[in-house]
Nanobody, 125 residues
Framework: QVQLVESGGGSVQAGGSLRVSCAAS????????MGWFRQAPGKEREFVAA????????YYADSVKGRFTISRDNAKTTVYLQMNSLKPEDTAVYYC??????????????????WGQGTQVTVSA
């Protein structure tokens, strides 16, 4: 089993920055893909970014490319999402997720088997 716990959400004004964290525990393997998704009220869950514990390339949604950075600390089994130049449309609950298959990056939330409880990010104009 895998447990994911997000933290670090909060409120910020447009143009500001926040960093959210995802602490992973349980049976985590280097092949796992770790992703961040978000869901705003009344909207579908949306892919944000993904990375692998084994390193290498990362994958971003076009809407956050150049503003958000995903990173990981293998020693702490923690994944981070640094969010800069935040916009009101970034307001959502942000979820961490794990894809055990690790075969390829995907924006499809159905590929991810494990999810955290989410952390709220609110960006005011």
């Amino acid at each position: 089993q895998v447990q994911l716990v997000e933290s670090g959400g909060g409120s910020v004004q447009a143009g500001g920055s926040l960093r959210v964290s995802c602490a992973a525990s349980g049976h985590i393997f280097r092949s796992y893909i770790m992703g961040w998704f978000r869901q705003a009220p009344g909207k579908e869950r949306e892919f944000v970014a993904a990375t692998k514990w084994s390193g290498g390339s990362t994958y971003y949604a076009d809407s956050v490319k150049g503003r958000f950075t995903i990173s990981r600390d293998n020693a702490k089994t923690t994944v981070y999402l640094q969010m800069n130049s935040l916009k009101p449309e970034d307001t959502a609950v942000y979820y961490c997720a794990a894809d055990p298959s690790g075969r390829y990056y995907s924006s499809d939330h159905n590929r991810y088997d494990y999810w955290g409880q989410g952390t709220q990010v609110t960006v005011s104009a």
